[in-house]
């Protein structure tokens, strides 16, 4: 009895027959990062490996204080910061004010929109909170809201990220099933950061900052 070959089985011969295109693909690694929960202390170990390994910086600190102490630091001289309205580090804007630091809060709308950026552009430090972040990605999640815009966190050269220690979870998934639906539901955008703005030319040379910032910092406390 001739057989008749099927579209599916001919598609399958020739693939098979043929070679693959790409001999200097990177192999496959040996071993895989096991995908399981972790304690405390093991999900900011992880979360400091992925960031760092993308070229950002966190900042471990015991309490308020030291953590306040950090930023200002990150600052240094500047005497203007981008920031949000409500900033989650408890006495950070007592201590910018006590420094005569000015934290502008930019309002990128409607017809001012281009002034506001315009002004904004000089700033070096864009201060934020993170509404969560990843362990296994090193991601920070900004959600837009109120008094919580996306400049700070995009327009300037450094982007200085607050993250409560209680908003870091193992992965999105056990974000979302918690409260990220709600986050969705609730605002008009969010942003998953994974360390600076990079991009890569037709070589693949990467460059860091040209769609944001090329320095981020993330302070936990």
Do not use: C
Request: hydrophobic residues 45%; neutral net charge; without cysteine.
């Amino acid at each position: 009895m001739r057989h008749t070959m099927s579209s599916r089985d001919k598609i399958l011969q020739a693939l098979r027959a043929n070679r693959s295109p790409f001999d200097d693909v990177t192999p496959r690694p040996a071993a895989y990062l096991p995908v399981t929960q972790f304690t405390e202390k093991d999900l900011l170990a992880r979360f400091t490996a992925e960031l760092e390994r993308l070229t950002g910086k966190v900042h471990d600190t015991p309490d308020h204080e030291r953590a306040i102490q950090i930023v200002l630091d990150l600052i240094g001289t500047d005497k203007t910061v981008l920031g949000w309205e409500d900033l989650p580090l408890p006495g950070l804007p007592e201590a910018l004010a006590a420094q005569n630091i000015q934290t502008v809060i930019p309002h990128a709308r409607h017809a001012d929109r281009a002034a506001t950026l315009a002004n904004a552009e000089p700033i070096r430090v864009g201060i934020t909170g993170a509404d969560a972040a990843f362990a296994t990605t090193g991601t920070l999640v900004l959600v837009t809201r109120e008094h919580q815009g996306r400049v700070p966190s995009m327009l300037p050269p450094v982007h200085v990220a607050l993250l409560a220690r209680q908003r870091l979870f193992t992965r999105m998934e056990d974000w979302l099933t918690t409260e990220g639906r709600a986050a969705l539901l609730a605002s008009n955008s969010i942003s998953f950061v994974s360390g600076p703005s990079r991009t890569s030319d037709i070589e693949m040379q990467s460059i860091l900052g040209v769609h944001g910032p090329g320095i981020v910092h993330v302070v936990v406390f």
